[in-house]
């Protein structure tokens, strides 16, 4: 049964940072790549980073890039998704998604973190 589970977020200031962690377990953890993807009230689902299964090969949304940082630990089967300079427009709810194939869509989700950044 795979299972992937979102942990870290809470409520941080304008200016500051979280670390979100993703634990994933029930598949074989170094071939999949991991997306973080987050979804604020109101809104649609929007893609935040992902990295491949290598870990040689990181991506982001322009909204993010060079504020946070998506990096993993094959070892411990963990993505982690580093938060600085935190805007109330990052208020949202953060999940991680597992998949095999670049480019095939995500097909493992696990059930999100609130992340509340307060002006």
């Known amino acids: 049964q795979v299972q992937l589970v979102e942990s870290g977020g809470g409520l941080v200031q304008a200016g500051g940072s979280l670390r979100l962690s993703c634990e994933i377990s029930g598949l074989r953890f170094s071939l999949y790549n991991v997306a973080w993807s987050r979804q604020a009230p109101g809104k649609e689902r929007e893609f935040a980073a992902a990295?491949?299964?290598?870990?040689?090969?990181?991506h982001y949304a322009d909204s993010v890039k060079s504020r946070f940082t998506i990096s993993r630990d094959n070892a411990k089967n963990t993505v982690y998704l580093q938060m600085n300079s935190l805007r109330p427009d990052a208020t949202a709810i953060y999940y991680c998604?597992?998949?095999?194939?670049?480019?095939?869509?995500?097909?493992?989700w696990g059930q999100g973190t609130q992340v509340t950044v307060s002006s």
């Open positions: 998604a597992a998949g095999r194939v670049a480019g095939g869509g995500y097909e493992h």
């Open positions: 990295i491949a299964s290598s870990g040689g090969i990181t």
